[in-house]
């Protein structure tokens, strides 16, 4: 996402929509994630379920950020 947030700036841009929400968006799923999240909850796997939550969101960000830098790199 951070790479094609990059090369297709405009945000009215249909590739960028297509990319970034149509077929990324895929792949990201926040509904999976919730249930995951829940499963851990409902199994009395607390301790887990907040250490996915952080994580995830954790590595999400870095992801995103790291594909934006290097892709400014060669833009």
């Avoid at 700036?9 to 960028?16: A, F, L, M, Q, V």
């Avoid at 999976?32 to 960000?61: D, M, P, R, V």
């Amino acid at each position: 996402i951070g790479v094609f947030s990059i090369l297709f700036s405009d945000e009215g841009n249909p590739i960028r929509l297509f990319l970034i929400i149509g077929f990324l968006g895929g792949f990201t799923t926040f509904s999976s994630f919730g249930y995951e999240t829940y499963l851990l909850f409902i199994n009395g796997k607390i301790q887990t379920a907040f250490f996915y939550i952080i994580l995830s969101n954790l590595c999400g960000l870095v992801a995103v950020y790291s594909g934006a830098k290097i892709i400014k790199l060669f833009v």
